[in-house]
């Protein structure tokens, strides 16, 4: 059973790694949603103040992190290194994206941009990193000659 779970995915059968790979972007995007609620009603603490309160807590961001580490574990040892970075990364990134661009706050004087395109690159870098680490741990060599063979 987990020789299955754990052989490449382009040994598989094209039905096989589409559903394990869609199941990955729906469990990336599950922990996102899930971990970090969406509290549209952001609001000042007590009246007057300039803090606002949030639902994200660092049990919700340890959570997130360490799902979104073994998804991308899990696809970077089994597929093609670009995949974990899809298949991770871009869920949460694209729910990021919409949860900032839903706040009320006019764009001008709004961080929000600046703020996803940080989080997003950390993201991204974190999701290459896992993943390039246990592509390490593959049993099986990877054929990556095609590359030098189509610039020859």
Same mark, same amino acid.
């Given at each position: 059973?987990?020789?299955?779970?754990?052989?490449?995915?382009?040994?598989?059968?094209?039905?096989?790694?589409?559903?394990?790979?869609?199941?990955?972007?729906?469990?990336?995007?599950?922990?996102?949603?899930?971990?970090?609620?969406?509290?549209?009603?952001?609001?000042?603490?007590?009246?007057?103040?300039?803090?606002?309160?949030?639902?994200?807590?660092?049990?919700?961001?340890?959570?997130?992190?360490?799902?979104?580490?073994?998804?991308?574990?899990?696809?970077?040892?089994?597929?093609?290194?670009?995949?974990?970075?899809?298949?991770?990364?871009?869920?949460?990134?694209?729910?990021?994206? %919409?949860?900032?661009?839903?706040?009320?706050?006019?764009?001008?004087?709004?961080?929000?941009?600046?703020?996803?395109?940080? %989080?997003?690159?950390?993201?991204?870098?974190?999701?290459?990193?896992?993943?390039?680490?246990?592509?390490?741990?593959?049993?099986?060599?990877?054929?990556?000659?095609?590359?030098?063979?189509?610039?020859?």
């Amino acid at each position: 059973m987990t020789e299955k779970l754990l052989r490449p995915l382009r040994t598989r059968p094209w039905p096989e790694r589409w559903l394990t790979r869609l199941l990955g972007a729906a469990l990336a995007a599950a922990a996102y949603r899930v971990c970090l609620p969406w509290d549209l009603r952001n609001r000042p603490e007590l009246e007057g103040s300039l803090s606002e309160t949030t639902p994200v807590t660092v049990t919700g961001l340890i959570v997130l992190a360490l799902v979104l580490l073994l998804l991308a574990a899990y696809f970077g040892r089994r597929d093609a290194l670009a995949w974990p970075l899809l298949l991770v990364a871009v869920p949460p990134a694209a729910l990021m994206y %919409f949860s900032f661009h839903s706040r009320p706050e006019p764009l001008d004087a709004s961080v929000w941009p600046l703020s996803w395109a940080f %989080f997003t690159l950390v993201l991204g870098a974190w999701v290459l990193v896992a993943a390039s680490v246990a592509r390490g741990f593959r049993r099986e060599p990877v054929d990556e000659e095609w590359l030098i063979r189509a610039r020859s």
